[in-house]
């Protein structure tokens, strides 16, 4: 006798014939999407694909063209109600960091009614309560700024659940773990998890392919606004996955583009800061040497250090023969330093101002009429032209960069370093935080580079990424460089033993990208 077939689970999110346009932008074209009670849904799609229109959609902040069905819930329940059962967890995360978790879960609650958050001798245990059924165990009266990225997140996450009265609501997840390492992607992992158990359905908008192959049951790929695939996760490997999202193989981009080197360009003589000590090396121009590390061993702060963004407290920086002056970016950049650092949003751009105003803010005096007055048309030229050079999406000098997807805002910024022609390129997690298809096209702009003669420094944690560029990687332990690997000798699997420190063959866990990877 057959055995029955397992009836399937409520639907808690039905999305049909969603479009959305923009003046001269569709960027949503006829979009269908269900999610199930306990199931997790992962969508993804290169940056301008149409996944942040997507989550703004559902969280309300943009309305659909005319025609579109957007359900939440059972059939026949109002909108308004369905509303309140859909939570959206932003990239940002919506935390504050002066405040402890207490006080940030409290943002949301309402000042008409009273909450617990009101109650000042329960509001300690509750909130610790809440964060414990996802794995944190902090104190929740700290700053949030002084906590792990994984429990920020954790954070916000306990703060969209306070108060759920039933377990089938619906979890956005956008980019959560763009600045996570590997042990705090898995305390989230396990979060996420819960949720989906007590029966909530989970969207989780990632461009980090391991975790949708890891987590994930469903994925939705888009391509240019348009859904073009909603597969089974069990159908899916990573390769097939890239294929999805780009259209090609990151292996066509990266297969013998890596230049030859030339002269030395910049020595480093014994620098030390924070957590570097006594580092030397030498970089020549046309080369790209990787930088590797576990946490803490000195790779997130070395290229700053060089540039002048950290303190240096002792050690040489010499570009040619010119040595660059300690702790000064003016002095960095006039010798031909250029710095991407790892946190666009805090460190790279600034935000509230145009691509135009982004791009050519390191160097103005080109873009100068005769008595030192700014000459728009020259700069808007110049905007169109590196806009097109980078392939920007959408390609608009005023769109605010606070508008573009990820991996638009790093092509600004990197676009924005290319045109001072700069004789270094330091680059701090270059491709965090964007998808493939803009890490395709991030590798071409830093290949391209190195090409013209630049001298390239790629500080990274992603094992891919400088097995794809590098023509050598520098590994770091406790400050210093521990080991060094050639073109000829590089691979995912031996970066990531030298990386932890066991030979190929073990078994050992590494940083989750690493091991995705391979």
């Known amino acids: ?216 049951d469903r994925v939705v790929a888009l391509r240019d606004g348009r859904v073009v695939a909603d597969q089974s996760v069990d159908t899916l490997d990573y390769d097939a996955l890239v294929g999805l999202i780009a259209g090609r193989s990151l292996e066509a981009v990266e297969r013998g583009s890596v230049s030859g080197a030339g002269a030395p360009i910049m020595n480093i003589e014994g620098v030390a800061g924070q957590r570097v000590r006594n580092l030397s090396m030498r970089l020549r121009a046309g080369e790209i040497v990787g930088v590797s590390g576990v946490l803490g061993s000195g790779r997130e702060e070395l290229a700053s250090l060089i540039f002048g963004a950290r303190r240096r407290t002792k050690g040489r920086v010499l570009i040619g023969d010119a040595e660059v002056t300690p702790n000064d970016i003016r002095a960095a950049i006039a010798n031909g330093l250029a710095f991407l650092p790892p946190d666009r949003r805090r460190g790279g751009g600034v935000m509230d101002l145009s691509v135009r105003e982004n791009l050519t803010l390191p160097m103005m005096s080109p873009l100068r009429r005769r008595l030192g007055r700014l000459d728009r048309r020259a700069e808007r030229a110049e905007t169109e032209r590196w806009a097109a050079t980078v392939a920007l999406r959408p390609p608009d000098p005023e769109r605010p960069l606070k508008l573009l997807s990820g991996g638009n805002q790093q092509k600004v910024l990197l676009a924005r370093w290319l045109r001072t022609k700069p004789r270094v390129l330091l680059l701090d997690e270059p491709t965090q935080g964007v998808d493939v298809g803009a890490k395709a096209a991030i590798y071409e702009l830093i290949i391209a580079a190195a090409r013209q003669g630049a001298g390239v420094l790629v500080c990274s944690s992603d094992a891919e990424e400088l097995v794809a560029l590098c023509d050598r990687v520098l590994v770091l332990d406790q400050g210093e460089v521990r080991s060094e690997l050639s073109r000829e000798s590089l691979t995912q699997a031996g970066l990531a033993g030298e990386v932890v420190g066991f030979d190929g063959s073990s078994s050992a866990c590494v940083d989750v990208r690493m091991e995705a990877a391979q």
């Open 1 to 216: 006798m057959s055995q029955a077939p397992r009836p399937q689970r409520p639907v808690l999110l039905r999305v049909r014939h969603l479009s959305k346009s923009f003046p001269g932008l569709k960027a949503l074209d006829d979009v269908n999407l269900e999610v199930r009670s306990g199931e997790i849904v992962a969508v993804v799609g290169h940056n301008g694909s149409g996944k942040s229109t997507l989550t703004k959609i559902l969280a309300g902040l943009y309305e659909p063209d005319p025609g579109a069905l957007i359900q939440i819930g059972g059939p026949g329940e109002p909108v308004a109600q369905g509303r309140r059962r859909l939570h959206v967890i932003h990239q940002d995360l919506g935390i504050i960091d002066v405040l402890s978790a207490v006080e940030n879960m409290g943002l949301c609650k309402s000042p008409l009614r009273p909450t617990w958050f009101a109650r000042g001798t329960t509001e300690r245990d509750r909130a610790a309560q809440l964060i414990g059924r996802f794995g944190g165990v902090f104190d929740p009266t700290v700053p949030v700024g002084t906590l792990s990225a994984a429990e920020r997140a954790i954070i916000a996450i306990a703060r969209a659940m306070d108060g759920w009265d039933r377990g089938d609501n619906i979890l956005v997840l956008d980019e959560p773990t763009t600045a996570f390492h590997g042990d705090e992607v898995e305390v989230l992992f396990r979060s996420v998890r819960k949720v989906a158990e007590a029966g909530a359905g989970v969207v989780l908008i990632s461009h980090r392919l391991d975790e949708v192959l890891g987590l994930s």
